[in-house]
């Protein structure tokens, strides 16, 4: 048995080192697990429906739960469109002198009162003809050429990645058990029941955290959009959904929703004159986002993380930067799954060897 935990510790480590040095493929795999687990129930029943006493294929169904896929991202996306259209006015509108003007009229006040203190001796202007030159030394080193070829790279990269995804999901969906039934294979007979055990708890854990994940998207989509309409605030929708799925992100996701409201708010409110005005619409803003944090982590990520996979705080906090540490922002939200993976094949081969010692004494 002590052969068995060295011989597992050494594929974890394997694994580990897979992941570090191929972060997209694992992330592909990640999301492709994801996606599946969320299309599965729409493409069972569909594959069970009949049409015309026709059995509608496999195949079919996951290209359908595909298309219902497609449509709900679309209308989220059209959520969009009115704001964006909205900013593009403003653009084309904007007066660029007032803006400079107003841009350059606090460097003023703080250039004439570094003199009037002696704070420096440089001669009048210096703050804004420094601050000209720094913007046109930025703008000159700016060079198309690199910018289209770093949005090409992007695009291309894209859908080389929606194409990988796509093409495992639907791996994943048309043979039933794909992965199980192929980790299974490689585990040896006087392993199985142990293995069987963590399979099963890795399963369920997951897939009460994928739960536990929705319904904490649902529960902040609604709180910001009630919040954000009584408050007034334009796009209250659209900020909504950008902060539900931002919160998916540990820690920076909040701040990230919370930006994007403040942001949207007074780009697309023409009626805010005094600084007072802009002040009360960022407070307004901020005590909705204070509020659906509050409840996040009071109720929903105890709910979520300490119940759906019996995490301790301490260890989400330690786990989600290393995480972060190793991949980014993928790593942050990929870091629980995969720790709870780990954690409950670590346990129950500890269970098992526990067993295993009372059957032969």
Do not use: C
């Not at 694994?15 to 996606?35: D, G």
Request: glycine letters at 4%; hydrophobic letters at 55%.
């Amino acid at each position: 048995m002590k052969r068995t935990a060295i011989y597992i510790a050494l594929i974890i480590a394997a694994l580990l080192l897979f992941i570090y040095y191929f972060t997209s493929i694992f992330t592909y795999l990640v999301l492709s697990l994801v996606l599946a687990s969320i299309l599965r129930p729409l493409v069972e029943k569909i594959s069970g429906a009949r049409f015309f006493k026709l059995k509608v294929p496999r195949w079919l169904a996951i290209l359908m739960a595909f298309g219902a896929m497609i449509v709900v991202l679309t209308m989220f996306v059209i959520l969009f469109i009115p704001l964006i259209d909205d900013q593009i006015s403003l653009l084309s509108t904007l007066d660029i002198d007032k803006v400079t003007e107003s841009i350059l009229e606090p460097i003023r006040s703080l250039e004439e009162f570094l003199l009037e203190k002696r704070l420096s001796n440089e001669p009048p202007g210096f703050l804004v003809e420094g601050l000209r030159n720094t913007i046109t030394e930025a703008i000159s080193k700016i060079q198309v050429q690199s910018i289209l070829n770093i949005i090409l790279s992007f695009l291309s990269s894209f859908f080389v990645g929606l194409l990988a995804l796509s093409f495992i999901t639907f791996l994943l969906l048309y043979e039933k058990g794909l992965l199980r039934n192929s980790i299974i294979v490689m585990i040896p007979n006087k392993y199985f029941e142990v293995s069987i055990a963590a399979l099963d708890k890795i399963e369920r854990l997951l897939s009460n955290y994928l739960l536990g994940l929705s319904f904490q998207v649902l529960v902040i989509f609604t709180m910001a959009s009630v919040g954000l309409t009584i408050m007034g605030i334009k796009y209250s929708l659209t900020i909504a959904l950008f902060a539900a799925l931002a919160n998916l992100i540990p820690y920076a996701g909040p701040l990230l929703g919370s930006a994007f409201g403040i942001i949207v708010g007074l780009s697309t409110s023409g009626d805010l004159v005094t600084s007072n005005d802009y002040i009360f619409l960022i407070v307004k803003v901020v005590s909705v986002f204070s509020v659906i944090q509050l409840t996040d982590n009071i109720l929903l990520q105890p709910l979520i993380f300490s119940k759906s996979v019996k995490v301790h705080p301490l260890e989400i906090f330690v786990i989600i930067f290393a995480g972060a540490s190793i991949a980014g922002i993928p790593g942050m939200i990929a870091a629980i799954p995969a720790y709870t993976i780990i954690r409950v094949s670590i346990v129950e081969l500890r269970r098992g060897y526990k067993q295993y010692s009372i059957f032969r004494s």
